[in-house]
């Protein structure tokens, strides 16, 4: 055996294996590679991040999550920050009343994303093995092995890992090798995509907006190009079919009323969109996460941002467990399925509202979409409501009956004596925050700090930005119990 062959044999035996190098899989593996464990990322395409992306928008919980990893400011940089959106010309949602330290939209393509993510997953040592495509998978009780063939030589390989994790995307062989069902249908069809010079900016720098028979949006990259997204329903046609600058230009003045001098394409593309959900996101030691579990409409920019909240839900969970790092390993492990699996129902069901307000055509659609209009115009807090679940802020998980009240939501940044909550949450541990005038003493790996205010409560976060549990005094019990459940320590 020559050195290179060890090397390949190492690379394929790793604690986890993540199928897919997407944001969700380079997230998950650089979270996972942070805490020591070895992780290997299989990608059946050749190395080499494309610059043709759908994704655009990251949301202000996804910079959140990317904040806690010391990567939001540098993403920001390269980015535009959009803080209203115009929405059928008829309201304007303003994102600066998000509750976040990053109130508004970024537009920035989902390579920038990759960049980054795949940067810090080679700096905490991640193995890639690209041009490599999984063929078969097998459990047994001490972990997983797959079967994966070269694309280059056609050889077959084999990979073992205690965990296997499939991000590989709407088409998932991990899923197909599990056997899972993938339930829907598709939503809309022909919808086109540019990336385009404009001569004339529109007066809102996000634009959403339709005529019934078409819609189209307009949000800046800030690098001089802009997407814009259109969909007419007297034009449908197989992906296949080409996509010409003229047709996104009569897109563009029927929904917008003007094509605003669009030029210079350097991205064209068609595709149709689907509402589809895998009923489970865990069968035994796999797991999937991102478009491998669920997939919908681009309404709302939800996509790329639900797959990296996945990750950052099973990430903590599967490093805890491998570590040894908590005492009921299967509830951990069974609870990303109980967190995370409405949350994509819910994303579905949002998703799918939108776009079909969008393609409103009936009179009775068009009244509905008057309706909801009027709502989110008159009704300031439907307003925010909405705009926290779509930019994930307002995302929950369910805790127990009796629990506090804060459990399960989401931490905001909130100010401690030394720092942020979320430049501590930087270390990937639990942090729990105390009265200034208690010990600052924290078992096990949990961070130790303490309110910037006179607070008399605790709060213990979650790696992930989540409450663990809190309470509103003294409560020394409650705290001793918290502590064995999440982290094996008291």
Known sequence: MNDSTRALDAALTADVLVIGS???GLLLAGDLAATGLSVTVVERRPHGISNLTRAFGVHARTLEMLDAR????????????????????????????????????LVTPQYEM???LERRALAEGVQFRYATALLTLHQDGNGVTATLRDAEDGRHLTARARYLVGADGSRSGVREALGLPFPGAAVIRSIVLADVRLEREPDTMLTVTGSGDSFAVVAPFGDGYFRVMGWNRKRQVPDTE????????????EALGADHGLHDPRWLSRFHSDERQAPSYRVGRVFLAGDAA?????????????????????????????RGRVGDPEALLDSYQAERHPVGASVLRSSGVLVRLAMAH???????RSLAVSILKTVRPAADKALAMISGVGIAYRAER????????????????????YEALRQGRFVLVTPENAPLVAPGEVVGAHWRSGRA????????????WASDGPDPAGLHTALQRWTGHA
């Open 22 to 24: 997407g944001p969700t």
């Open 70 to 105: 010391g990567l939001a400011e540098e993403l920001i940089k390269g980015g535009t920050a959009v803080d209203h959106m115009d929405m059928f010309g008829r309201v304007t949602l303003d994102l600066t009343r998000l509750r976040s330290r990053f109130p508004f939209l």
């Open 114 to 116: 990759e960049r980054i």
């Open 242 to 253: 080409p996509v010409d600058l003229e047709e996104i230009r009569a897109i563009a003045r």
């Open 294 to 322: 669920h997939v919908h409409s681009p309404a709302g920019g939800q996509g790329m941002n639900t797959g990296l909240q996945d990750a950052a839900n099973l990430s903590w969970k599967l490093a805890a467990v491998l």
């Open 362 to 368: 009936n009179p009775l659609q068009r009244a509905v």
């Open 402 to 421: 009796g629990a506090h009240p804060l459990t399960g939501k989401r931490a905001p940044d909130l100010e401690l004596a030394r720092g942020r909550l």
């Open 457 to 468: 409560g605790s709060l213990l976060v979650r790696p992930d930005g989540y409450v663990a």
